[in-house]
């Protein structure tokens, strides 16, 4: 993509120099790119990600841009801008760029701008990988702890995500072919975190499975720890939304309780009555056909002299859309954040 953008910059006579990028743990640019215009010079400081923003994701990028402004003008590279999506980043304070050659550059003295495409174009990248352990290794590479610039190596990740180490070197090589992760050398790998977890909210189609609606009187967290407490073997369950991101990231009342349980579930264990559908149930107990919703290694949280296991954090933020209102999206942004901070 940022290719694309040099060439299309270098077509409408604009001198273009890309400079060396400094070297960091994946918070820097991803390119410097040194622009002259009328004599006029700039340098712009690049990210690439795999789709632009939604204009509800601009305020979690303010971070982004702060650190892209130290190295140059923050400059945005995607597929694709819409004309709502580039006025959106402009006022935002970025610049932006697509590979058909739309683009908004602005910085003192110094304003390019050009649309060439005003409709989506078809669709051409591939999917996510699916199959045999695909999701695990894709939600363990979100949560990865990165060692410098030595990346994760596929035995290391094979091992976490309960796959074979075959196994995890195709998805590593799915990935990469997706712009998704960036070869460390010797075998190793640097996930783009951030574009990752946006590609995996945006395909997965959900845990399959069963799903069976209760109702209960008390509050879902205090289910939620009645239940952890009445059932040792912990690995056998997982609390996901709206209980397990509050008590992550404190927003929003717990209003629903959904539980994840990988073995036939004895709902007296939650003290509530069936209920008719999910618009009448405050309790969701889910028998995934995606095992990955389980965490490979363990998350909990303390509530009430209970220790609760819960879901997959990428998970419980899909859940949360999935769930639907403004205080959950809000409250998604903020387990995005820590999960990407953490």
Known sequence: MLIDVVRSLRDAGVAVKQLKAPRSRGAGPDALLAIEVNHVRARFAATARSRAPYPGELHSMDSKRTMLQAHGVPLLVVPFVSEPAGAALTQAGWSWGDEHGDLD???????????????????????????????????????????????????ALATRAGVSQPRASQVFRQLHGLGLVDSAGHGHWQPRREELLDRFLAEYPGPGGSEHYFYSLDAPAELA?????????????AVSADVGPDLIRPWRRPSTLILYTGTAFDDAHLDSVDAAGINDANVIVRMP???????????????KGARIPLADPVQMIWDLHDLGGADRAEAARRLRQWLLDR
Do not use: M
């Open 105 to 155: 550059l602005r910085a003192p003295g110094l304003v390019l701008r050009q649309r060439k495409v005003s409709s989506p174009p078809a669709v051409r990248r591939k999917t996510l990988p699916y199959g045999s352990g695909s999701n695990a290794i894709i939600r363990a590479l979100i949560g990865a702890h990165q060692d410098g610039d030595a990346g994760i190596g596929a035995t």
């Open 225 to 237: 720890a009645r239940l952890a407490r009445k059932r040792p073997r912990r690995h056998d369950f």
């Open 289 to 303: 056909a995606d095992q990955s919703v389980f965490p490979a290694q363990e998350v909990t949280a303390d509530f």
